[in-house]
T-cell receptor, first 110, second 113 residues
Framework: QKEVEQDPGPLSVPEGAIVSLNCTYS??????FMWYRQYSRKGPELLMY????GNKEDGRFTAQVDKSSKYISLFIRDSQPSDSATYLC??????????FGTGTRLKVLA | NAGVTQTPKFQVLKTGQSMTLQCAQD?????MYWYRQDPGMGLRLIYY???????DKGEVPNGYNVSRLNKREFSLRLESAAPSQTSVYFC????????????FGDGTRLSIL
């Protein structure tokens, strides 16, 4: 079993839809959680960073962490074609070794 | 702001050749990392440098060496390239250790024939 599981997609939604992206994990020591967006042929770009459980909102993006269920989510409201990318979750227990999900490909249709 | 800069962007090598991938960051970060990204495998840590003067192995260090040249620069060397090392290589940096988010460069696409 992988430490972090992420549905690879692709996920296709119409413009304006609410998108839900998810990761599950097995290591209860993870405390720091991140979401990255990666456009084709580019490096991952940090979107959200949260510590422990709870919600964090930044514009159209909301990150949720449920440590009891070992489940994290990223919600995108009013999705735009420019949101079409691969979304990676990442987590750390506080060491230098981050664990990344394999990414979910999202396509927002105009 | 340049952030994390990687050179070259593309490279084709023959089996057995050597090369060095360069990475530089201008954010005054202490920690730097090298990852490889393969389809269906996600990002896997090759080596990291917690601070200037230190380096440590990650998940997949075999066949690679690194040098933390100074606080800004962290290079990755393939001594004798193998086809299994065909991948996209990303350099990242963070202020400090595992409780800080990492910032990535745009990668080096490496093909080994």
């Amino acid at each position: 079993q992988k430490e972090v599981e992420q549905d690879p997609g692709p996920l296709s939604v119409p413009e304006g839809a609410i998108v839900s992206l998810n990761c599950t994990y097995s290591n209860s020591a993870f405390q720091y959680f991140m979401w990255y967006r990666q456009y084709s042929r580019k490096g991952p770009e940090l979107l959200m960073y949260t510590y422990s459980s709870g919600n964090k909102e930044d514009g159209r993006f909301t990150a949720q962490v449920d440590k009891s269920s070992k489940y994290i989510s990223l919600f995108i409201r009013d999705s735009q074609p420019s949101d079409s990318a691969t979304y990676l979750c990442a987590m750390s227990s506080g060491t230098y070794k981050y664990i990344f999900g394999t990414g979910t490909r999202l396509k927002v249709l105009a | 702001n340049a952030g994390v800069t990687q050179t070259p962007k593309f490279q084709v090598l023959k089996t057995g050749q050597s090369m060095t991938l360069q990475c530089a960051q201008d954010m005054n970060h202490n920690s730097m990392y090298w990852y490889r990204q393969d389809p269906g495998m996600g990002l896997r840590l090759i080596y990291y440098s917690a601070s200037e003067g230190t380096t440590d192995k990650g998940e997949v260090p075999n066949g690679y060496n690194v040098s933390r040249l100074n606080k800004r620069e962290f290079s990755l060397r393939l001594e004798s390239a193998a086809p299994s090392q065909t991948s996209v290589y990303f350099c990242a940096s963070s202020v400090d250790g595992g409780n800080q988010p990492q910032h990535f460069g745009d990668g080096t696409r490496l093909s080994i024939l």
